[in-house]
């Protein structure tokens, strides 16, 4: 069984949290965009641009030497700069990245259960993320309760009741 743990983010991750932005971004097998380019793109950068502020709250999995293998973290974000998967004041939005080695050894269950129980303990009502159509992440979020609210072009946001 893969080895691995999880621990709170702190401001140090945010280089690590942009590699997993960009992970986000390129899930496609053969279709990956350079780092640079996801990253100067508003639409990606506003979810590291700044890390970590008082309302932000996330997650890092660390393999058994220490490295860092994925990441799940939310950033509320202004009605003026929603994400791709804002659905209002107040509901924060996650992104999670894992690392393609590790995918589909539950590193990114994980992420999300922790992700969920902090969202809670900060009293929040809901969390919401986007996802692309096809995406295989889609039945992980499924089965981790979260719901298509909205379906947009060639994506869909979902939501989890937290309470």
Not at 27 to 39: K, N, S, T
Not at 104 to 125: E, K, N, P, S, Y
């Amino acid at each position: 069984m893969a080895s691995f743990r999880v621990r709170p983010a702190v401001q140090a991750d945010g280089a690590f949290l942009a590699d997993m932005v960009v992970e986000a971004a390129n899930w496609r097998p053969g279709a990956a965009r350079p780092r640079h380019e996801v990253l100067s793109a508003p639409e990606h950068s506003r979810y590291v641009s700044g890390w970590k502020r008082p309302s932000d709250a996330g997650f890092v999995a660390v393999d058994a030497s220490g490295e860092p293998i994925g990441a799940a973290w939310y950033r509320l974000l202004p009605r003026s700069d929603p994400g791709f998967g804002y659905v209002g004041t107040g509901v924060p939005e996650l992104i999670i990245g894992v690392r393609p080695i590790w995918r589909a050894h539950g590193v990114g269950r994980t992420l999300l259960q922790a992700l969920a129980q902090q969202a809670r303990a900060d009293g929040c009502a809901r969390l919401s993320l986007s996802v692309e159509r096809g995406n295989f992440a889609v039945s992980l979020y499924r089965s981790e309760g979260f719901a298509v609210t909205q379906s947009g072009i060639g994506r869909d946001t979902m939501v989890k009741r937290l309470r």
